[in-house]
């Protein structure tokens, strides 16, 4: 699934080339015949995102909910001409002077009113790619009243917004929790670590398009964006392989039904 990362570039690039553009917007699948007919014609005001969701805002205060979900795909061919025909997947379509965009496979794809927003708004916690005054400390203050484990809470988004497999596994790691610890037995300062690395390093990926933990300086690199795949990660689908740091083998267990991945002599107990 992708990451709030994924869903912040994606809605950076869509407003940079789409906004204030009049679209053609079409359902190639049929799923979304009735909001294309609605937004046809009309322009693009912008493209914004909170967690893994994100908003298209349309002239005549429209605004469209999309969340990719586990299969979802955002193509954009900036090419017109170029751009190959629709599969049948595409549940919608923009076209016009500026480029295409196909979006296949969402789990929603809606248009939505402003109270529906709102609900939805007020059940997703802070968003590291979107931080609001107060949010370290309400970050802070819900680890602390929860006993569960400290990375099954990072992909709760209702605590925090926007992390997912990859990066909870890395945080936990780069803050030197075990993954299984209850929440209410992380201190303070490390809560806070963690929200701080979550600003600084999805920030990264936001910027660069992938996720990438690993201090360049540990891997010999200038940057992160210059790091190959394999040196990309310290823990994440790392299971048996030595632990970068202090070469004990890393580990793996399931945790509410997804796999995490720890080191077990850099993140005790
Ligand atoms: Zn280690």
Redesign the pocket.
């Known amino acids: 699934m992708p990451e709030g990362h994924t869903i912040h570039r994606a809605a950076r690039l869509q407003r940079r080339r789409f906004a204030g553009a009049v679209l053609q917007v079409d359902s190639p699948q049929g799923r979304f015949d009735a909001g294309a007919r609605m937004l046809d014609g009309r322009e693009l005001l912008g493209v914004d995102a909170l967690g893994k969701h994100l908003f298209h805002r349309w002239e005549g205060d429209v605004s469209v909910h999309i969340h990719l979900g586990l299969f979802g795909k955002f193509k954009v061919f900036t090419d017109v001409g170029r751009a190959p025909a629709p599969s049948d997947g595409v549940r919608m379509r923009w076209r016009g002077d500026v480029g295409v965009m196909y979006l296949s496979g969402p789990t929603a794809c809606e248009i939505i009113d402003p109270d529906a927003e709102e609900a939805l708004r007020a059940r997703i916690g802070p968003d590291p790619l979107a931080v609001r005054n107060g949010d370290a400390d309400r970050v802070v203050t819900t680890l602390a009243r929860r006993r569960a484990p400290i990375a099954q809470l990072l992909l709760d988004q209702a605590v925090v917004a926007g992390i997912g497999n990859v990066y909870r596994a890395e945080f936990c790691?780069l803050a030197g929790i075990d993954p299984r610890r209850p929440a209410n037995e992380v201190s303070s300062d490390d809560a806070l670590a963690l929200w701080e690395m979550s600003i600084r390093l999805m920030t990264i990926g936001e910027r660069i398009g992938r996720i990438v933990t690993v201090d360049p300086a540990e891997v010999g690199a200038a940057k992160p964006g210059d790091l190959v795949r394999g040196d990309r990660l310290?823990v994440y689908k790392r299971a048996g392989q030595?632990?970068?740091?202090?070469?004990?083998p890393?580990r793996s267990a399931m945790l509410a039904s997804r796999r995490v991945w720890w080191?077990?002599?850099?993140?005790p107990g």
């Open positions: 790691f310290y030595p632990c970068r740091r202090c070469a004990t890393v080191c077990p002599t850099c993140q």
